[in-house]
């Protein structure tokens, strides 16, 4: 079984289309999405895992807390959260 040593870090990418709107609301999309994994994922992921988050629309619109609740969910669903992690 590998250590958490022998694993690499985390890694992250984060993508929106043109359906997004324009640049501006594409990279105000993705900054908000960033700023929602920088807050969960370095304490929420295991190591190892490589995640794409997507921009969609409804990123715009959606409040930050519930990114950031969706953005736990879908690491749960996903089987990446760390296994010390007991919510």
Do not use: H, Q, W, Y
């Amino acid at each position: 079984m590998p250590t958490s040593d022998d694993l690499p870090p985390i890694r992250v990418g984060f993508t929106t289309s043109r359906k997004v709107g324009n640049a501006v609301a594409r990279n105000r999309a993705r900054r908000r999405l960033r700023a929602a994994a920088d807050k969960i994922l370095p304490a929420m992921a295991r190591e190892g895992f490589d995640f794409v988050i997507i921009g969609r629309a409804a990123t715009l619109k959606r409040t930050f807390d519930d990114l950031v609740k969706d953005l736990k969910t879908a690491l749960k669903r996903l089987d990446a959260c760390r296994k010390d992690i007991s919510d």
